[in-house]
């Protein structure tokens, strides 16, 4: 099963776990360990079913809303962020309140609240649908469009054409965000962007990697569940690249029809999905004779954001105890 038969997977790297989905996974472990559980979580803390279901098992308890925590239970706030109408009703109800958000969308948030003051009409990039875009509207609902397609771009209206903003949701396709925003500066000429791209650097890292692997690969594989937005945006990206591309779970979800007649297989993991899958995915393309793994490192990473400070205390005194 070697020599001249072999077939290669090209494994991309950046992959998988950025900053702000190891922070949120962190925070819900330290907080099972600081206080035990039960720890409620709103909403899945990232969009991962192997992720939730893992954390679950350990004791935290996911909820859609917060009339599903005891009064004074202990909640964390998902990696994708929250309204304030959702922080007020915590607060009202007495809850012990984590906040897990992801820095660079509560830099949105803030993004959101400053156009607001200013008296912009905010048009918000994104699907609306999405956990994140859901809370960033929720800063100024009053001022805030939401925007999912050139379509939209083309006949959204707005009370002042010369108050207009935009902001992204952080994990949207490059092209497709870039396509929006020409329609919108087009259409509202004295249109603000906010002061730095508000698509993550991990998002943008993960698709710039499959793009300069595309010409390389017969077959992209991405590992992330179905309802992460930046893993589909992965499939896309590859797809708009001329390489046929799926959307996988685990290992289970491989079709061997899919392989039929590839050399290179692309694999990579969206911003959410553990490396265990990754390993797993790996195994099982052995399986069909892709032994020859190459790790194709496109841009180096290293960011790592800081914990809620009493959750880093916590660590930080759980560290100096298994030193001593």
């Known amino acids: 099963m070697s020599g001249g038969n072999a077939k290669s997977v090209l494994l991309l790297k950046p992959r998988g776990f950025c900053a702000g989905v190891v922070r949120a996974i962190d925070i819900v472990e330290l907080a099972l360990d600081a206080y035990g559980p039960p720890i409620y979580v709103r909403k899945e803390i990232v969009h991962n079913r192997h992720v939730v279901d893992d954390l679950a098992n350990r004791g935290a308890v996911f909820v859609e809303e917060l009339d599903e925590v005891p009064a004074n239970g202990r909640v964390v706030y998902s990696a994708h962020g929250v309204a304030p109408a959702v922080r007020e009703d915590a607060a009202r109800r007495g809850l012990k309140a984590i906040d897990a958000t992801c820095p660079l969308v509560t830099k949105v948030h803030m993004e959101a609240v400053k156009f607001a003051r200013a008296h912009n009409t905010i048009l918000l990039i994104g699907h609306r649908d999405h956990d ?193």
């Open 132 to 324: 994140e875009v859901i809370g960033t509207l929720g800063e100024a609902p009053e001022r805030t469009i939401v925007v999912s397609s050139p379509q939209e771009a083309q006949t959204v209206e707005v009370p002042d054409p010369d108050s207009v903003a935009y902001l992204t949701q952080t994990t949207l396709s490059l092209d497709e965000a870039e396509a929006i925003i020409a329609i919108l500066r087009s259409r509202f000429p004295k249109i603000q962007a906010p002061p730095a791209q508000d698509i993550c650097y991990a998002t943008e890292n993960r698709q710039q990697a499959v793009k300069r692997t595309s010409a390389r690969a017969d077959l992209l594989l991405v590992v992330g569940s179905r309802n992460s937005s930046n893993s589909k945006r992965l499939v896309e990206v590859g797809r708009n690249g001329g390489v046929p591309g799926y959307l996988i779970d685990d290992e289970r979800d491989i079709d061997e029809a899919w392989l039929a007649g590839a050399r290179n297989v692309a694999v990579t993991a969206g911003a959410s999905a553990p490396e265990v899958l990754v390993r797993r995915v790996i195994d099982r393309l052995r399986d069909f004779r892709f032994e020859n793994v190459r790790e194709v490192e496109v841009i180096e990473e290293d960011v790592r954001f800081p914990l809620p400070p009493q959750l880093a205390a916590h660590r930080r005194l759980t560290q100096i105890s298994t030193v001593s």
